[in-house]
């Protein structure tokens, strides 16, 4: 057995002839160091197999990244889907403008035609109802122009009645006048 003071542990150089150390200078170490270091590893490591921890280590850490992958590719995947939602949606949104733009248009040069005929019909009926009040002011100053001259030719025939008619005349008038009613007054 070993005895505990003859055990040396030196860290930075080679301990004196005689006594046991660790040279931690990778390059300066020979064979004999690395398979007692290795084990010294593996008796304290028993059961826990150091490539099985890397391995382990590794597998958690390419399961976190394809984890991290897929998650992100469901992201784009969703954010893919909204983008294309979106566009169809403005796409729906412009056509449903340009179809509001175009009824938009037509609406606006239906309602100017019908402001314009509507104009038109008023002009008409203006100008009818202008055409009526001429017509009948017309007819109006004819009756009254004819009502003067029925009154200047009665005037007048009075006048040249009274100037020549003479008391026979005036007689014979009355006596066929009357005789005019009495036949008039047979045939009834």
């Known amino acids: ?9 030196s860290l930075g150089y080679w301990p004196p ?34 490539s099985c921890l890397l391995s382990n280590l ?7 990244i394809l984890s991290t992958i897929r998650d992100s590719e ?7 889907d909204q983008l294309e939602k979106a566009r169809a949606r ?12 175009v009824n938009g ?4 040069e239906r309602e100017k035609e019908d402001l314009i005929n509507a104009a038109h019909e008023n002009l008409e009926r203006l100008e009818d109802s202008k055409n009526e ?10 009756d009254q122009v004819r009502q003067q ?20 005349l005036h007689l014979r008038t009355i006596d066929h006048n009357i005789s005019m009613l009495r036949a008039m007054k047979k045939h009834n």
């Open 90 to 101: 403005l796409r729906e949104v412009e056509m449903r403008a340009d179809e509001i733009q």
């Open 58 to 64: 590794l597998d958690d850490r390419k399961q976190k």
């Open 133 to 142: 009040t001429v017509n009948f002011e017309q007819q109006r100053a004819i």
């Open 74 to 80: 469901e992201l784009y995947k969703g954010a893919t």
């Open 17 to 50: 002839a005689g006594g046991f150390g660790l040279n931690t200078n990778i390059l300066g170490t020979n064979l004999i160091n690395l398979s007692v270091v290795l084990g010294v590893l593996i008796y304290l490591g028993k059961g826990v197999c150091a």
């Open 105 to 108: 248009y037509s609406q606006i």
């Open 1 to 9: 057995m070993i005895n505990g003071t003859d055990f040396s542990f």
């Open 149 to 168: 001259i029925s009154r200047q030719a009665l005037r007048r025939a009075l006048g040249t009645l009274n100037s020549r008619l003479n008391n026979e």
